[in-house]
Each structure stands twice: as C-alpha cells, then as structure tokens.
C-alpha cells in the first residue's frame, strides 16, 4: 500500500472541475416583477417601458456602495465602530 504514508497534500487525480459562477452581469437578474414590485411599494402606479434599464442602473451604484461600506467596516472591525 505505497502512497498512503506521510506527506503534503497532492493535487491527486483531480476530481471534477468546479465552475465558478460569473458574477459580472447579475444585475440583470432583477426582472421587470421585482422592479415593479419595488415601484409598487413606492408608491408608483403606472410604469414607463425606459424605467426597467434606469432602475438598474441606479440600483447597481446603490448595491456597489452598500457593498463596499460592508467591506470596509468589515475589514477594520471595531476601529470604526468604536469612534461612532
């Protein structure tokens, strides 16, 4: 039984690969039933077809800067917390 004694752990025969998800376009994961049901609790009853695009739009920059506030405060841990 050679091979199963001391050592690092090799890459082996491989195994299957693991694809990754490509995260570059989830935005436009959020369909026109999600954004209406956004405008909907907003108050909005009549939508314009151009509202569906902008609203990505908008909703993308808000997502990145929530994104990246977690990240810095989660990288500093209490340093930030401690001076509010």
Known sequence: ????????KGLGKGGAKHHRKILCYNIQGIMKPAIRRLTRRG???????LIY????GVLKIFLENI???SV???E???TILDHI
């Open 1 to 8: 039984m050679s091979g199963h004694g001391k050592g690092g």
């Open 43 to 49: 108050g909005v009853k009549r939508i314009s077809g």
């Open 53 to 56: 695009e902008e609203t990505c």
């Open 67 to 69: 994104i990246r506030e």
């Open 72 to 74: 810095t405060y989660t």
């Open 76 to 78: 500093h841990g209490d």
